[in-house]
């Protein structure tokens, strides 16, 4: 009995250092997305020419280009890491699928973050048709109906790092960014403009944090990992840059 107690806190007192260490590794990058100056309006969805969308809203549903918390926090900001000298960082695709659904003719999310190689799949919540068109360049273009409420179908594999605009061609107002990024290290802003990205197992060092909005610029700025940890990091975008620029992937795609 007294040598089973011994091996058993010998192996318990083994095991601990080695559980210390890989809870203190699973580190993170949090944050926020700012807007310095005034946001600008958006404005109200007309949705009168469609019963079926319109009779669900009380209220008047707004577009979603920019959006901000009483604080100017930016919502639907895409946060991801990148390496310093370009190179691919390793990573295991995220088994979920990502999600884009259809809600009061809306979609939910505005902004879908997703793996190279994850599955994206399209829901629609509503007792109405929905048409679900991408417009990517790089990836398969999908373009299905989804007629009624429950239906769900996936998109086909996306393979290739791009963001791209999603539509429907029934309901015109209807807009929707998907972000096919080439590692899981990526989050997108609440509605308090945070976000938190888990670093895995991601060595120690110096990394390159891009943010992409919508309507603004990508901006990029440079982050350290110690102990798989960067503190909170401020991603500040400038209201008076209405210039919308083209969304960078993590990598450039292979053409041919």
């Known amino acids: 009995m ?9 192996t318990v ?12 590794r699973a580190g993170q990058i949090t944050g926020t997305a700012t807007l310095n100056g005034k946001a600008p309006e958006m ?13 669900q809203h009380a209220d008047p549903v707004l577009e979603e280009t ?11 900001v895409v946060v991801y890491l990148k390496a310093a000298d370009g190179s691919d960082l390793p990573g295991d695709v995220p088994k979920p699928a990502a999600i884009l659904d259809q809600k009061g003719c809306v979609y939910v999310p ?12 399209v829901k629609n ?26 239906n769900q179908k996936a998109a086909p594999p996306q393979k290739t790092p791009e963001f791209y605009q999603v539509k429907c061609d029934i309901h015109p107002w209807m807009s929707a960014w998907v972000a ?12 308090d403009g945070r976000f938190k990205i888990d670093t895995g197992k991601l060595p120690d060092g110096t990394y390159t944090l891009v943010a992409w909005q919508e309507k603004y610029k990508t901006i990029e700025q440079k982050v350290t990992l110690k102990n798989g940890s960067a503190g909170d990091v401020r991603i500040v975008y400038a209201a008076e840059t209405n210039k919308a620029e083209a969304p960078t992937p993590t990598k450039s795609p292979k053409k041919g």
């Not at 007294?2 to 010998?10: D, E, I, P, T």
């Not at 096919?180 to 509605?191: K, R």
């Open 2 to 10: 007294a040598v089973s107690r011994f091996l058993q806190f010998a």
């Open 13 to 24: 007192s083994f095991l601990a250092p080695l559980l210390l260490a890989s809870s203190a």
């Open 43 to 55: 404005q109200p969805i007309d949705m009168s020419s469609k019963p079926e969308c319109a009779n």
């Open 66 to 76: 920019v959006v901000v918390n009483d604080q100017n926090m930016l919502k639907n």
């Open 110 to 121: 505005h902004v879908v973050a997703m793996m190279a190689g994850q599955t994206l799949v």
């Open 125 to 150: 919540d509503d007792n109405c048709a929905h048409n679900i068109h991408s417009m990517a360049e790089n990836n398969e273009v999908f373009n299905f109906i989804e007629p009624t409420k429950g």
């Open 180 to 191: 096919v990024l080439d590692n899981p290290y990526y989050a997108v802003t609440d509605d």
